[in-house]
Structures are given as structure tokens and as C-alpha cells.
DNA sequence: GAGTGGATTTCGCAT
DNA sequence: ATGCGAAGTCCACTC
């Protein structure tokens, strides 16, 4: 009977057994999860301190830490992939250390009491697909260029000017340059001072040539209306969610050919 | 017997069981982590797609959500606080449904097969403490202006300019407006163009007194250096350990009495 | 409720 | 490695 056994479950050990399966399952690059009390200590770019609670605590295969709390979807304590662990019992408790260097960082776990250790090996070969990121909304207007207006043909996908970029660069059907900012999320303030910013670049070296400049998302804030009446400059509505469907229908993912 | 039980588990439940399991967990606000193989659908601000795969997920007090895979830190779909579950077993599996109404947000989890059911309940009644923050390197220079030079006089914390903040506003030792930028981590030019911005609105406010601009930070990148230079700026060293270190010893979180 | 800016942001890409 | 900007950013705080 050779079935694989994607997980292992292990119901208050003692600490010499709770520190002795979780080296284990460290070693074999398990996925772990644990669940007890314990006080938490995190030294490294800030610093924070935790007392005694009961948390839960994932390590994933590549090295990546997270304590979690019975609320807030953020964890209260991490550490990115690639970190070190050391994991001991000692008098006061399971004593569980994740180490990162560069930049120097290191939580402290004490368990008082272990619950649950679960050890998996998870099958997981699928891809992750996602649609409507900023990029997809770039790829749908060079690939459809009258989702801005009739007329516009995208030049250079990312002009670079001093200090960043433009999103989308090109000229509409009067020859006047038209640089734009696109955003998938409401439109605010500081993606107008952006958008001004490149656009005094553009225009001082197009040499007075008439440029405009628009902020492309998928809604504005007041405030950023404001400042686009106030600048001379045009909002034109368009979500993420309309540049999926366009690139479902062209079915490119690719742009290479427009730059 | 009234012990408490932190920890309910179940191994390999049916379809009909794990939906049922789940819908009573949600009922009595549980925390709830779920290991299984499943699919996964996202619909929201973007959308996403994951095929079938192992996974772990969680389901928190708060209704918080979350799906993690056996690597990356970061889950791979996920719900903020506060959304609504449905769940039911049907001919395919065991289906999962995570609402979350402004914006309009669903996940959909189908598992094909449940490998574990952890129901916890979570007694975690201590403060999460941190140091090292933005705001606690304001309050330290607040506290002991002598951080930034010998001599300067803080007048206002946060002193108001059109649009933002400055962190630290004060004199100098020679009478000199002082307009101090803190960052806690290493300077980029964003931080050295906001501080422009800021000493622009001061500089107008200010009728030609000569007005100092600053950068304070643990580092600063070579692009905002040279930045910093060409624009009559300065750069001063600060971390923000130092800084949690002068408010350990001035054991004052409080700043109440600068303002 | 909307708007704004920090975060132990994280993450990925380009230099 | 460093620098820089996007993110389904999240989050707390202000207006």
C-alpha cells in the first residue's frame, strides 16, 4: 500500500515530542501548520512583542513563516521565504526561532502548550491565472487603441521620460501627442501630480508641439477631478474589467509586437 | 468536566459531513482551517483562476478569509474581514462560497476532497506591541531634538502645508525654518520629490526667510542623493532602531505635550 | 462614506 | 544587488 499520505496530525505532544516532529517535518520540507499558546518576540527591520495567546502558526515549504490570530486576515508576525528555523524544548516550552538574513531578522515563538501540529505535503501543480491587473488594462488598449478614442494609435508602449514612465504613449487623430496614465483602481490625486509630472518631460522635448495628457481608470476622485479640470488635462473612464474582456476576445497575451 | 475545548478535528469527512462541519464552525464564529484539494474562482476587482490543487484554508473570526498554497507568504485568493459564507455539499463536491458586498466580491472554493477539518477556538487576549514605526521615530525626534542636530527647536508636529504633511517642522540654531522628511526605511527619490513639494508650500507661506529642507533616514538610495545635492537639500542618518531606543528611555509613547 | 499616506508593506521587473 | 512602481495591495486615520 504505497498511497501518498498528504497529512500527518499529531494531538498535544509533549514539548520534547512537539519540538522533535516539528524538526522533522522542517527537515523533509513539509508544510506546517501548528496551533498553541505561546508568546511571540520579532527583532529585525522594527521590533514587536506579543504575550501569552493562542495562534496559529504556518511554515510552507519555502521557508516562508506567518502567525496568524483568530482575526484580522493579516498575520501578526512573519517572515518571507528563505528563512533558517531552529526549534528546541526547553524548560519553559517549545522554543521555535526563524531566522532571515538580509536584513537581519529573527522571531522568537515560545509555546507553552502545543495543541495540534498537522504536517502536509500538498500536490499542488495548477497555474494561477488572474485578470484585470494594470498591465492587462495596457495590453487592451494597445491592442485595441479606440477603447481611448477613435482615431488613436499608440506609439511606444512605456515612453520613458526622466524619472519613469508613461503607461500608454501615442498620437490622436490630429497628430497632437497623447500620453496616458493608466490606473485599475479610482483615480486619486497623486496619480495626477504623476501624470503632470511626465508630461512636463514630454513637452519639453517635443518642443511645443500640442500634447495631451489623460488618466485612463476606472473612476476619480474628486479631488483628482479637480486638479485635471484645473491642469488642462482628461479623464476617460475605462475599468479592468472591460480590458479583460477585450484581451479575452483578442486572446493575446502578447504585446511584443506593438513595441 | 468543563474544560474548555480550544480544538475540534476531523480526518477525511464525507461531502455531506465537512459541509456540514464547516456551516456549524461558521455558526458558533469559529476559527476554521480546511486542508483539501479543490478549485478556485475569483470575481471581483480582478478575477482570477486556480485549477485543481492541495491547499489550506482559513476562515477567521472576523470573517476573514484566506487561501494559501504550500509556498509563497502571500495568500493566493483571499477576503478581507466581514464577508459572508455559504456552503453546501453537492455532486462535485464540497462548494464554498466567500461574499463580500462595496466592492461586489466573490471567491468560490470547490473541494473535491476534504483531508481536514480543524474547528479552533482561540483564547488570545494579549496587546501586540511594535517599535520602530514612522510615527514612533516623530515622536523620538519630538522628544529629543538633538536626534536631528544640536540646537533645533521643533515648533509643530505635522505642520499643515497644501495637500500632506511635513513630519518634523521646527528652527534651527540660527533662526532658520527647518522642514524635516522622516522615512523608515532607505530614502527613494519619491521621498526626496515629496519633500519639495512640501518645502514649495512653505517656502510661499514663509515671505523669503530662508527655509532648510531634509531628508532623515536610515539610507538613501544613490538616485536621491544625488537628487538631494542638486537641489540644496540635506540628508541625515536616522534609524529607526535609534529611535525606539530614545523612546525606551524617555518611556514616552505620548506626544500629547508637543502639539 | 470618501480621501490620503504608511507598511516589518510584498512582489516582480529592469538596471 | 539595487531601484522603482504596482498591488484584488491592506490598514488606520481624517474629513
Redesign the pocket.
Known amino acids: 500500500m504505497s498511497e501518498r499520505q498528504p497529512t500527518e496530525y499529531y494531538s498535544n505532544p509533549s514539548h520534547v515530542n512537539a519540538a522533535k516532529t516539528i524538526t522533522d517535518a522542517l527537515n523533509q520540507v513539509r508544510t506546517l501548520i501548528v496551533v498553541g499558546e505561546c508568546t511571540i518576540k520579532?527583532q529585525?527591520?522594527?521590533?514587536?512583542e506579543l504575550g501569552s495567546g493562542e495562534r496559529i502558526i504556518f511554515i510552507k515549504e519555502d521557508g516562508?513563516f506567518l502567525?496568524h490570530r483568530a482575526w484580522?486576515?493579516?498575520?501578526?508576525?512573519?517572515?518571507?521565504?528563505g528563512c533558517i528555523f531552529q526549534t528546541k524544548s526547553t524548560k519553559r516550552g517549545v522554543l521555535l526561532k526563524a531566522i532571515?538574513k538580509?536584513p537581519r531578522?529573527s522571531?522568537e515563538i515560545l509555546f507553552s502548550k502545543v495543541f495540534i501540529i498537522l504536517v502536509l505535503n500538498l500536490r499542488d501543480e495548477a497555474e494561477f491565472i488572474?485578470f484585470?491587473?494594470?498591465?492587462?488594462?495596457q495590453r487592451a488598449v494597445l491592442a485595441k487603441p479606440e477603447l481611448i478614442e477613435e482615431g488613436f494609435k499608440p506609439i511606444l508602449k512605456e515612453k520613458?521620460v526622466d524619472?519613469?514612465?508613461v503607461?500608454v504613449y501615442g498620437v490622436d487623430n490630429q497628430g497632437r501627442i497623447l500620453a496616458i496614465?493608466?490606473?485599475?483602481?479610482?483615480a486619486?490625486?497623486?496619480?495626477v501630480v504623476?501624470l503632470l509630472k511626465y508630461l512636463e518631460d514630454i513637452k519639453r522635448k517635443s518642443a511645443g508641439k500640442p500634447v495631451r495628457g489623460m488618466l485612463a481608470a476606472p473612476?476619480?476622485?474628486?479631488?483628482?477631478?479637480v486638479?485635471i479640470q484645473t491642469k488642462g488635462l482628461e479623464f476617460k473612464t475605462l475599468s479592468?474589467k472591460t480590458c479583460a474582456e477585450v484581451l479575452k476576445l483578442t486572446s493575446s497575451k502578447k504585446i511584443t509586437e506593438f513595441i
Do not use: C, H, T
Open positions: 520579532y529585525g527591520r522594527a521590533s514587536s516562508s502567525v484580522d486576515s493579516q498575520p501578526v508576525n512573519w517572515q518571507p521565504p532571515r538580509k531578522e522571531i488572474m484585470g491587473s494594470e498591465e492587462d488594462m520613458v524619472q519613469g514612465f503607461d496614465e493608466l490606473k485599475r483602481r479610482k486619486q490625486v497623486q496619480d504623476q473612476s476619480i476622485s474628486k479631488e483628482a477631478s486638479m479592468p
